[in-house]
Nanobody
Framework: VELVESGGGLVQAGESLRLSCAAS????????MGWYRQAPGKERESVAT???????TVADSVKGRFTISIDNAKNAVYLQMNSLKAEDTAVYYC????????WGQGTQVTVSS
């Protein structure tokens, strides 16, 4: 299973970014997809997850600013990030839970204040 992320970059505080992630390979049954992030010197943390039925879990730190969505037909997950803050700066990782958990390589998001 391969996960390919896109959409990261450098933005100013208050701006928006949309992350995309597409999974390919031997995926027989996807239970959930999601996004984690890891800032320098910090542990990887969950940002948002969504099940194949659309049930979502969003971290308190991004609630109201980030929205996760899924396209089951494409095995794709998206993260719309609005009102970005400097503390959102991190490497964002896409993950899929499909029998086992798989991770993408990560995409850098940098928010300048």
């Amino acid at each position: 299973v391969e996960l390919v992320e896109s959409g990261g970059g450098l933005v100013q505080a208050g701006e928006s970014l949309r992350l995309s992630c597409a999974a390919s390979g031997n995926i027989y049954s996807t239970y959930a997809m999601g996004w984690y992030r890891q800032a320098p010197g910090k542990e990887r943390e969950s940002v948002a997850t969504i099940t194949n039925r659309g049930s979502t879990t969003v971290a308190d730190s991004v609630k109201g600013r980030f929205t996760i969505s899924i396209d089951n037909a494409k095995n794709a997950v998206y993260l719309q990030m609005n009102s970005l803050k400097a503390e959102d700066t991190a490497v964002y990782y896409c993950t899929i839970l499909a029998g086992a958990r798989y991770w993408g390589q990560g995409t850098q998001v940098t928010v300048s204040s």
